[in-house]
C-alpha cells in the first residue's frame, strides 16, 4: 500500500520519485526500459533476479538496468513501513544533458566480462549525503526547476562512478547505449502505447517478423505481445495510484481500445479489477 508518492519531471519524463509503501507490498517499478537506482531511506525491500534473492537495507542502493519486465520490489513482513527514492536513467536525456560525450559510467568497459543488469551498493557516505539533500527538494517542491533536476542527475552520476562497485555499476549502465540494441529500443519505447503491429514494428526496424522476434527476445527476454501487454498494464497502475482520471480514459491512454478488454487484462495481471485496485489504494 502506498502511504505518500511524490515526483519530479524533466523533460516530459519522471525521473525522481519519492514512495513510502506500507508493508506487505509489492511494488512494480514505475520505470521503463531503462536504468535505474534505488536508494532505501528506511526499512527494508527485496527483489528477486534470475532466481537470486537480493534483500536491500537502511542507506543501502540497488541499481538496475530495466530491459526486462517484472521489475518488483516487496516486503512481505506486516507493520512495517519503507522510504525509497527511485532515479531514472533514460538514453535520450543523457545524451541531451551531456551534448559533447557521455561520461565514461556509460560507455562499454574495455574488458567486459559480463552483461549483469543489477549491482548492490553498500552504505556509501556521499551517496548518502546526496540523498539526504535531495529530500530537502522534495518538501520544497517551489525551489525546483529544470537546472537543478539536470544538476542532481549529473551528481548522482559522478558519485555512483566512485563508488566502490564503479566497474559493475559502468557494466549495468553501458548496456542503455549499446549500439546494436539502443536504436530497436528507442522505437519499441516510442510506440509502447501506441496500436502499432507486430508488423508494423518490424518494418520501421527494417527487418523481417521472424528477424524482428529474435531480436525482440535477445534484448527483452520476452515475445513483444507479452512485454508491450505487460508494459501498458504498468503503466496504467502507475495512473490508477497517482492521479484522479476515469478508467476509461486511463485505458486509452494506455493504447486499449476498449475497456472490457482492458479491465480482462489488468485483472488477469494484478488480480484484481482497476476499480477495486484504485479503492484498495485509498484505504
Known sequence: MIDDYKKYDLFGKTLMQKIVLKAPFKFDFPVSDQACFLYVLDGNVEYDIDGDNIEVSTNYSLLLNCINPGKQI????????????????????????????????????????????????????????????????????????????????????LLLSQTQNAESVQIVLSQLFSKTSYAFRQIIEANLFSNSTIEQLAEQNNLSVSSFKREFAKIYNDTPAN??????????????????????????????????????????????????YRQELKK
Open 74 to 157: 516487496y516486503n512481505v513482513h506486516a507493520n512495517s513501513n519503507c522510504e525509497i527514492v527511485i532515479i531514472t536513467f533514460y538514453p535520450d536525456i543523457l545524451k541531451k544533458i551531456y551534448d559533447r560525450e557521455l561520461p565514461a559510467l556509460f560507455q562499454e568497459p574495455k574488458d567486459k566480462a559480463s552483461n549483469r543488469s543489477n549491482e548492490k551498493i553498500n552504505n556509501d557516505f556521499l551517496i548518502q549525503k546526496y540523498i539526504e539533500g535531495l529530500l530537502f527538494y522534495f518538501e520544497n517542491p517551489s525551489l525546483i526547476n529544470e537546472d537543478i533536476l539536470v544538476l542532481k542527475l549529473k551528481e548522482i552520476i
Open 227 to 276: 512485454f508491450i501487454r505487460n508494459k501498458k498494464l504498468e503503466k496504467a497502475a502507475e495512473l490508477l495510484r497517482v492521479s484522479d482520471k476515469r478508467i476509461t480514459e486511463i485505458a486509452f491512454e494506455c493504447g486499449f481500445n476498449d475497456l472490457a478488454n482492458f479491465t480482462k487484462s489488468f485483472n488477469d495481471r494484478y488480480h484484481v479489477s482497476p476499480t477495486n
